[in-house]
């Protein structure tokens, strides 16, 4: 199992909120359930106590994620460092369902928990993936998206470390109202510049033009 894939654990749960719009898809046990995708024998273990639960640690999370955003790297750290003291995992080698061409086992490392709930289990995997991220790529490859007012998780995984948006969408719309901003600037800036070309010679034909109404011609 990539550690991708165990990042992502904290990614998810983060973005069940979204504080500046008032939403909040965590509040019930079958959303809790839903964030553990695949891994069906964990979301079993999912309990009505583990929404309260499982929001404490997102709380928790996001703060990992602001600290980051914000370039306090230190803070950052022991927020998560936190998390991994309370949430521990035991590193094993694994090769389950994954065979090379000669079908011998494929063998990756494991995050193995042994939670004594849900809760315990999602966020040993979350905390310990997201430490994963933070030591391979940076601190600062954790952010927040900049399409006010999502705020949403992300992971920069880009080469450049130029990613600023959680998705698409977000940084589309984040385009389009600069664009929209700069031609409201521009259409209220004083002193803007004068027409030139074909527009400042209409203009100059339409200053210049005197209308001659009927019987009103001098003598």
Known sequence: MELAYYSDYAVRLVNTEEPARGKDTLTSVEAVRALFGGNQSAARRATDADVTRFRAVRTRLRAVFEAADSGDETLAVDLLNSLLLEFPVSPQVSGHDVRDDDGRPLWHMHLA??????TAGYAAIAAMGLAFHLTEYGVDRLGLCEAAPC????????????????????A??????????RKRL????????????????????SSLQVERRPGLSGR
Do not use: I, M
């Open 151 to 170: 705020r949403n998780a992300y992971l920069d995984t880009s080469t450049n470390r130029s990613r600023r948006y959680c998705s698409d969408r977000c």
């Open 113 to 118: 928990d042994h939670p004594s709930n849900a």
């Open 186 to 205: 521009e259409t209220t800036r004083p002193g803007l510049p004068e027409k030139t070309g074909l527009a400042a010679e209409k203009a100059q034909r």
């Open 172 to 181: 589309t719309r984040a385009n389009v109202a600069a664009y929209r901003a």
